[in-house]
């Protein structure tokens, strides 16, 4: 999709995914939730940390299944550096959450990083738009699973 062919609904669910996600990471790393406690180490949010926490309670809501239903693909080198898409391997992933927060994350780096082109759906924003809704949906209800919503939300 080209900027100039975007539908301005499209770029508002767009920005409220990066504002959302950006306002998730810093809820978790407000918590406690780091990737490394080490002194001195960059302060990173600790995803893993979170799932270990919460994968035992946690249910998925209707949008984290929809999102396991029809998870965003994954961009990889393919042969001859080429760039290619894949469906996102969740088979290492042992848990519904470890599940969710990797196609959450997904949502995130294809958005932020990943090619604007060759990939199924590339171009459907209608499809684009339900990534970006449902993935939207899941950080709020991740932030209320693990009662980070004043930090989330910044509500003091």
């Given at each position: 999709?080209?900027?100039?062919?975007?539908?301005?609904?499209?770029?508002?669910?767009?920005?409220?995914?990066?504002?959302?996600?950006?306002?998730?990471?810093?809820?978790?790393?407000?918590?406690?939730y780091?990737?490394?406690?080490?002194?001195?180490k960059?302060?990173?949010?600790?995803?893993?940390e979170?799932v270990?926490?919460?994968?035992?309670?946690?249910?998925?809501?209707?949008?984290?299944?929809?999102?396991?239903?029809?998870?965003?693909?994954?961009?990889?080198v393919?042969?001859?550096s080429?760039?290619t898409?894949?469906?996102?391997?969740?088979?290492d992933?042992?848990s519904?959450?470890?599940?969710?927060?990797?196609?959450?994350?997904?949502?995130?780096?294809?958005?932020?990083?990943?090619?604007?082109?060759?990939?199924?759906?590339?171009s459907n924003?209608?499809?684009t738009?339900?990534l970006?809704?449902?993935a939207?949906?899941?950080?709020?209800?991740?932030?209320?699973?693990?009662?980070i919503?004043?930090?989330y939300q910044?509500?003091?």
């Amino acid at each position: 999709m080209r900027r100039d062919e975007i539908a301005n609904e499209l770029s508002i669910r767009a920005f409220e995914f990066f504002y959302w996600f950006s306002r998730f990471e810093f809820a978790l790393k407000e918590n406690g939730y780091l990737r490394s406690h080490d002194v001195g180490k960059k302060a990173e949010p600790g995803w893993d940390e979170f799932v270990a926490k919460w994968s035992e309670g946690y249910s998925p809501s209707r949008n984290a299944i929809e999102l396991l239903r029809a998870p965003p693909e994954t961009q990889v080198v393919g042969e001859n550096s080429q760039l290619t898409w894949r469906v996102t391997e969740l088979s290492d992933y042992r848990s519904d959450l470890a599940k969710v927060v990797r196609l959450v994350k997904t949502v995130r780096n294809n958005l932020f990083h990943g090619g604007k082109h060759g990939g199924a759906g590339w171009s459907n924003p209608s499809r684009t738009e339900s990534l970006l809704t449902n993935a939207t949906a899941v950080l709020d209800q991740l932030a209320e699973l693990a009662v980070i919503e004043a930090d989330y939300q910044k509500r003091y």
